[in-house]
């Protein structure tokens, strides 16, 4: 498995503020640095199955 690449942060405060809206308090950096390594990891997962699925046909 490759290492996920580094995306800009204005991407990652999409997903902080959607799960800091959603439990209604805002995260530690612990859970910061958690849900940015998660996203970061998810994001390359999905990469990757595109680029399976474009190499399948």
């Known amino acids: 498995m ?3 690449f580094e ?3 204005i991407l990652y405060n999409e997903v902080i503020t959607y799960l800091e809206t959603k439990w209604d308090r805002r995260l530690n950096d612990h ?4 849900l940015i390594e998660g996203y970061r990891y998810g994001r390359m997962v999905e990469a ?3 680029i399976k ?3 399948a046909k």
């Open 48 to 50: 990757e199955n595109e």
């Open 53 to 55: 699925i474009l190499f």
């Open 7 to 9: 995306y800009p942060y």
């Open 31 to 34: 859970e910061r640095h958690v």
């Open 2 to 4: 490759n290492e996920p």
